[in-house]
C-alpha cells in the first residue's frame, strides 16, 4: 500500500542519511592523521593556449587516498576541512607541495606556472600572505610561477580586508585568478576594484554553448575582461566543437577533460609527448 512504502522510503532516506553522517564523521576524525600519514597527493591538470598550440600551465587538485575508502574527491573533504579548521594546514601542505614540483619541473626547463586554489577560509585568519612567503622561500620558486585561484564567495566577507591581503600578494609577484567565474555569487560589480590577473569560465558556460543566451554572456565577459586586461580561461572543456565556439568567441586558453583529466606527477612526461607527436 502507498502507507507502507511511504513508511520504506522514510525509512531508506533515514538510513542514507545515517550513512552519510557516519561518513562524514569518519573523514572528519581521519583527517587528522592523514597528512602525516602521507595521504594527500596532488593531481595536475593542464592549462592549454589553443591559438599558440601549447601548454601554459598547470593546475594544482588535491587528492586523499583514504585507507578504507579509497581516493576521496575534494568536492567532499575541503567543506569537513573548513568547518574544522584543518584547511589551513591542508593549504599550507598543497602550497608547498605544488611549489616543490613547480620548482621541480623548472629545474628541468619547464617554465609553465602551477595554480593551486585558495578556500576563502584562509583570507579570514590572515595568515596566507605569511604563508605564500614562507613557501616561496622554502621551495626557492619564481613567485611568477605561482598563481592563487580563488572563488566568488569572498563577496561576502570583509571585501576591503580581501583586497588589502590580494595586493599584498600580487606584490610579491605572485598571480590571482577568479574561478568558477559565472555562478551564484555576483562580483562582477567588484571587478574593477578586486585585484586580479584571470578569470576561469565556470564549466556551466563551456558546457551550453549552443544557448544564445549563455553565448551572449560568454561574449560580455569576455569583452569586459578584455577591457579590464584579464585572461579567460575555459574551464571543463571536453569537445572539440565547445572549443571552437570558445575560439570564436575570442576565448583561447582552455582547460578539462578534452586535454587531459587532472594527471599523477608520473603521468605527464607521457602526456606532454603524446601531445607533441599528435
Ligand atoms: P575547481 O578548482 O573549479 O577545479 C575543477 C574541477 O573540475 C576539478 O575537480 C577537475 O577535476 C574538474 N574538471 C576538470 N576538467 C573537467 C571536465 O572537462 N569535465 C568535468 N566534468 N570536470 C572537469 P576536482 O579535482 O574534484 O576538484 C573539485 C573542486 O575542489 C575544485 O574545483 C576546487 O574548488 C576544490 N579543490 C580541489 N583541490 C583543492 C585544494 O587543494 N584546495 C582547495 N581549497 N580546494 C580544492
Ligand atoms: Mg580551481
Ligand atoms: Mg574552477
Ligand atoms: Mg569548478
Not at 619547464?110 to 590572515?126: A, H, M
Request: hydrophobic share 40%.
Amino acid at each position: 500500500t502507498a502507507k507502507n512504502s511511504g513508511k520504506n522510503q522514510y525509512q531508506v532516506y533515514n538510513e542514507q542519511t545515517g550513512n552519510t553522517e557516519l561518513r562524514k564523521m569518519e573523514l572528519q576524525k581521519d583527517m587528522q592523521w592523514a597528512i602525516e600519514a602521507g595521504q594527500f597527493y596532488v593531481v595536475y591538470q593542464p592549462k592549454w593556449n589553443v591559438q599558440t598550440n601549447s601548454l601554459v600551465g598547470f593546475e594544482a587538485l588535491l587528492r586523499w587516498n583514504h585507507p578504507r575508502l579509497g581516493v576521496v574527491s575534494p568536492g567532499e573533504f575541503i567543506p569537513i576541512a573548513e568547518e574544522t579548521g584543518l584547511i589551513v594546514s591542508l593549504t599550507k601542505w598543497t602550497l608547498n607541495e605544488a611549489c616543490r614540483q613547480c620548482k621541480k619541473w623548472k629545474s628541468r626547463g619547464c617554465v609553465n606556472p602551477i595554480s593551486v586554489n585558495i578556500s576563502i577560509r584562509l583570507f579570514q585568519t590572515d595568515t596566507l600572505i605569511n604563508f605564500v612567503k614562507d613557501v616561496l622561500e622554502k621551495t626557492v620558486l619564481d613567485p611568477h610561477l605561482l598563481e592563487l585561484e580563488i572563488t566568488e564567495s569572498m563577496v561576502f566577507l570583509d571585501i576591503d580586508d580581501i583586497i588589502r591581503q590580494l595586493h599584498a600578494i600580487r606584490s610579491l609577484g605572485v598571480k590571482v585568478s577568479m574561478d568558477d567565474f559565472g555562478t551564484g555569487y555576483s562580483s562582477i560589480g567588484l571587478l574593477d576594484r578586486i585585484p586580479i590577473d584571470s578569470l576561469k569560465l565556470d564549466r556551466l558556460f563551456t558546457n551550453d554553448l549552443e544557448t544564445s543566451s549563455k553565448r551572449a554572456i560568454i561574449n560580455a565577459i569576455l569583452l569586459m575582461a578584455s577591457d579590464l586586461n584579464l585572461d579567460v580561461i575555459a574551464e571543463g572543456v571536453e569537445s572539440q566543437e565547445q572549443i571552437e565556439s570558445l575560439t570564436q568567441l575570442g576565448c583561447n586558453i582552455m582547460q578539462g577533460y578534452y586535454y587531459s583529466k587532472p594527471m599523477k606527477v608520473e603521468e605527464i612526461d607521457p602526456w606532454i609527448k603524446s601531445r607533441v607527436l599528435e
